[in-house]
């Protein structure tokens, strides 16, 4: 069965960079995008950016842009997602999804806290 | 960026009840359209995609309507297993963004 499996929590200090991972198993890794979404706690879902990991291309929303990297192992089918200089308002669970529409499987969530 | 307009926001409702959840579009996106649930603490799960076409294993009573710029989601006999939020996604082109989502209680 299609499985996404994301790295543990993380506090970070304000400033700092973080790296979620995400382990895709039970299809093609390189057939369908991943997507990463991030939910604060009491908040809705918001849409962070997509890649292919077939071709590494990459797509982000623009709120992101210049903070978000969005990386890929095929080797080991495995998803980054990088989100630098972080502050207090990053404090979310982060999620990765398999999708090249909509999201039809989705990883546990990874949840970061940004703290001083 | 086309921007996706959600409502309510929340609603109340007995059991058996018709409830209907709305999403519209600021821009025609043809019927790229999918529906989620998420339960409390959960993590969220399809029900509806291409604005219409139900997800495998996901209730029937569960329907989903609509192109071009207007879409509804529609829970035609209302449980207590559905306490949830709801959210709408496009997908037609980045940002492939959520609606604000709509939180569904019991009254």
């Known amino acids: 069965q299609v499985q996404l499996v994301q790295s543990g929590a993380e506090v970070k200090k304000p400033g700092a960079s973080v790296k979620v991972s995400c382990k895709a198993s039970?299809?093609?890794?390189?057939?369908?995008?991943i997507q990463w979404v991030r939910q604060a706690t009491g908040q809705g879902l918001q849409w962070m950016g997509w890649?292919?990991?077939?071709?590494?291309?990459?797509g982000y929303a623009e709120r992101f842009q210049g903070r978000v990297t969005m990386s890929r192992n095929t080797s080991i089918s495995t998803a980054y997602m990088e989100l630098s200089s972080v502050r207090s308002d990053d404090t979310a669970v982060y999620y990765c999804?398999?999708?090249?529409?909509?999201?039809?499987?989705w990883g546990q969530g990874t949840l970061v806290t940004v703290s001083s | 960026d086309i921007q996706m307009t959600q409502s309510p926001s929340s609603l109340s409702a007995s059991v058996g009840d018709r409830v209907t959840i709305t999403c519209r579009a600021s821009?025609?996106?043809?019927?790229?359209v999918a529906w989620f649930q998420q339960k409390p603490g959960k993590v969220p799960k399809v029900l509806i995609y291409?604005?219409?076409t139900l997800q495998s294993g996901v209730p029937s009573r569960f329907s989903g309507s609509g192109s071009g710029t207007d879409f509804t989601l529609t829970l035609s006999s209302l449980q207590p297993e559905d306490v949830a939020t709801y959210y709408c996604?496009?997908?037609?082109?980045?940002?492939?963004?959520f609606g604000q989502g709509t939180r569904v209680e019991i009254k």
């Open positions: 996604q496009k997908y037609d082109s980045a940002p492939r963004s």
């Open positions: 821009q025609d996106i043809s019927t790229h």
């Open positions: 039970g299809y093609t890794f390189t057939s369908y995008d």
């Open positions: 999804g398999r999708g090249s529409g909509w999201i039809d499987n």
């Open positions: 291409g604005a219409s």
């Open positions: 890649m292919n990991p077939n071709s590494g291309d990459t």
